[in-house]
């Protein structure tokens, strides 16, 4: 007897039994939490809809073009909103020089880290598809706790452990499911292409005197 839980189900049910216990949090904090999640998986649809248009398609580096000044400007306004700018002014004051200049490097590779990153996602997301990005984003995350356990040697429960193993088995069902829709299209594409070929050679073999 099996229970006819859909692939994507056991993903997610998989990642909040793998994250069971470590639910805290304020109400300011969960509302946010929610707006980030809507936000990321809007950006994550978009971003895929944008880069596969048919009217004008858009390179990876154009949507990141586009969208970092917004998401610079955004994260300046909110700065100002709480305060932190001022804090930061603050603290840039008390730094040596050559503490300033160590705090720029870092801020630079942090930098050039999170452009690699985007650019790796937004490729991902075009050769991919939304879902796809998704849930290989939750397996990242099991796959982080099982690193945790494994070199940190972090303590886990057997509801945790359950959670990580429904995932990552949801993961792997996803993948399968995604390669065998794909498979009869791989192969009308293999013999389109076949014919092709055979096509040509025959023009070419006509010729040749």
């Not at 494994?150 to 088995?169: E, H, S, Y």
Request: glycine content about 6%; proline content about 3%; aromatic content about 8%.
């Amino acid at each position: 007897m099996s229970f006819c839980v859909p692939t994507d189900e056991k993903v997610i049910i998989g990642v909040a039994l793998a994250t069971a216990g470590d639910y805290y949090f304020t109400t300011l904090g969960f509302l946010l939490t929610l707006l980030g999640t809507l936000l990321a998986a809007l950006k994550t649809i978009l971003t895929n809809q944008i880069q596969k248009s048919i009217s004008s398609p858009m390179h990876q580096l154009d949507v990141l073009l586009r969208m970092s000044p917004l998401a610079c400007l955004q994260s300046l306004m909110y700065g100002a909103a709480v305060g932190e700018i001022h804090n930061i002014r603050t603290f840039f004051a008390t730094l040596s020089v050559g503490a300033r200049f160590s705090l720029l490097a870092k801020l630079a590779i942090n930098g050039a880290l999170a452009f690699a990153l985007n650019y790796t996602s937004f490729t991902a997301n075009n050769k991919t598809s939304p879902l796809t990005m998704t849930v290989a984003a939750n397996i990242k995350q099991c796959l982080s706790i099982v690193l945790g356990v494994w070199i940190f040697r972090l303590q886990v429960g057997w509801m945790n452990a359950i959670g990580i193993i429904m995932a990552l088995a949801g993961g792997a069902w996803y993948a399968k499911v995604r390669l065998g829709a794909r498979s009869p299209d791989t192969h009308e594409e293999r013999k389109s292409n076949d014919a092709l070929s055979t096509a040509t050679d025959k023009l070419k073999e006509k010729d040749i005197p």
